[in-house]
């Protein structure tokens, strides 16, 4: 029960779909013996049971983002076991040493894809050449302050929010000072690393499958990220 708890606690903190972990909790105890199994899973927590004895246990998620590497790499271990490559002892120590490990992009990196990413979607919504750079200067501004701030706030509302409001006072800056030309399709470029895809993707897909609770709690987080969004670029504009 332990072995299988981590490997959903890490799965749902690395932004995997709540189907998929229950799939992978279910498989991994049937595996190791334990057919008559129950997972509940939600955004904040994961409840499983086992028939007999023991007693039903709950991990609590309190940190949600994107690391669909720590995803790949928990489903790799899954397979392992399935396969009988891997005792409930190496497994666990496989799953502590994948919790400890940092596989997210530097920093550095990051900043630099969203500034790419603001660029091409400028274009991508029939923006002018001559603001690729801009958006792309606008984007690694907004980017940044996005980590920055939800690094001291731990808040993500205020961080996407005051992002969003960065974005669209440096994309008017550039604007009035002639270094840019289409001021809204500089923000629209810039705010989209900022968009919560993965939370739409993931809610409709849990909606589809029958996990409600799930897709419409990730769903409403979506839904909450998108009006920080638009309420940061609104008071710029206002």
């Not at 899973?41 to 499983?48: A, D, E, F, R």
Request: aromatic share 10%.
């Amino acid at each position: 029960m332990d072995v299988c708890l981590l490997a959903g606690r890490i799965m749902m903190e690395a932004g995997a779909e709540t189907y998929r972990v229950e799939d992978t909790m279910t498989r991994m105890a049937a595996t190791f013996g334990i057919k008559d199994t129950h997972c509940f899973v939600t955004p904040t927590g994961i409840i499983m049971s086992i028939k007999g004895d023991n007693p039903t246990q709950l991990v609590r998620i309190n940190t949600r983002t994107t690391d669909l590497e720590k995803v790949a790499r928990v489903n790799h271990i899954s397979r392992r076991i399935a396969d009988g490559e891997l005792s409930v002892e190496e497994a666990d120590h496989a799953l502590h040493e994948l919790e400890s490990s940092h596989l997210l992009f530097p920093v550095s990196y990051q900043i630099l894809a969203a500034a790419l990413v603001s660029g091409s979607f400028l274009i991508m919504f029939k923006g002018i050449w001559t603001d690729f750079l801009p958006a792309m200067i606008v984007g690694a501004f907004g980017y940044s302050a996005l980590l920055l701030i939800q690094y001291y706030t731990r808040v993500k509302f205020f961080a996407e929010f005051f992002a969003a409001l960065i974005i669209g006072l440096v994309s008017l800056l550039l604007v009035k000072v002639g270094y840019g030309t289409q001021l809204d399709r500089i923000i629209i470029g810039s705010v989209m690393p900022l968009v919560p895809g993965l939370l739409i993707t993931n809610a409709v897909r849990d909606l589809m499958v029958g996990h409600f609770v799930s897709g419409l709690s990730k769903g409403a987080e979506a839904f909450l990220t998108a009006f920080a969004i638009g309420a940061g670029v609104a008071v710029v504009f206002i």
